[in-house]
């Protein structure tokens, strides 16, 4: 069965050794560096360069409708073999987005409510990224749903860090 984990930059080692992932999707500010785990090849990994805000600030990068039409296609072209891992800085605002999106470009008849309240259940702290979540809602025409449902569960618990987890692609 596939897998899509969520993780933080300090535990992506040990979630791709744990889960036997062979697929990452970095979403981290473009300087800061990032040890590609030896078990996964380098054209399984897909690293985008961005900061994790929410509205356009000068001297960061924004996300994107480009960045996030990567996030679609990188799930979409997934050969969904092997686990994939999804990471950010903390693990809880853009790789939480990313997860969340792929899991709904993979399984169009997902709910989207059922699946933010099913995320917030398994991730206290997450928070996704509301920019690429409107993006990404109407990049795969959600009609405001995925914007709603996300906006539903609300802020999640302050974290420096938050726990590795599984975001489910079937409910």
């Not at 690293?47 to 990068?61: N, R, W």
């Not at 169009?108 to 993006?135: K, Q, V």
Request: charged share 25%; with cysteine; glycine share 6%.
């Amino acid at each position: 069965m596939p897998k899509i984990i969520v993780s933080s930059l300090s535990k992506l080692h040990d979630t791709v050794r744990e889960h036997g992932a062979r697929r990452i999707l970095t979403l981290i500010n473009a300087s800061t560096p990032v040890s590609r785990p030896e078990e996964v090849d380098a054209e399984h990994h897909l690293f985008l360069g961005f900061s994790d805000i929410i509205e356009e600030t000068e001297g960061l990068t924004a996300p994107s409708a480009a960045h996030v039409e990567d996030v679609i296609r990188w799930a979409k072209d997934w050969d969904q073999r092997a686990p994939m891992v999804v990471h950010c800085y903390a693990g809880i605002s853009r790789s939480t987005a990313a997860a969340y999106t792929s899991a709904l470009c993979l399984n169009p008849n997902l709910d989207e409510y059922a699946l933010a309240n099913e995320l917030r259940r398994r991730a206290p702290t997450a928070t996704p990224n509301i920019r690429m979540i409107t993006f990404a809602d109407a990049i795969l025409g959600r009609k405001g749903r995925m914007v709603e449902a996300i906006t539903l569960i609300g802020r999640g618990e302050d974290a420096f860090e938050g726990v590795p987890f599984e975001v489910p692609m079937k409910l």
